[in-house]
């Protein structure tokens, strides 16, 4: 999380995130960095 924290408020705004296992505590990330999280279709890979 450090690495996001880093980023210039005005240019972390969100974050997406793939569908896999290593991102099952997103929301600790979200509440942390205070962005807002997404999550990709696994059907639309474009």
């Given amino acids: 999380m ?15 995130f793939e569908n ?3 991102f099952a505590k997103h929301k600790r990330v979200k509440e942390a960095c205070k962005v807002s999280t997404w999550f990709c279709d ?4 474009w």
């Fill in 2 to 16: 450090d690495i996001f924290r880093r980023l210039a408020p005005e240019i972390r705004k969100s974050i997406t």
């Fill in 20 to 22: 896999g296992r290593e």
């Fill in 42 to 45: 696994a059907y639309a890979s």
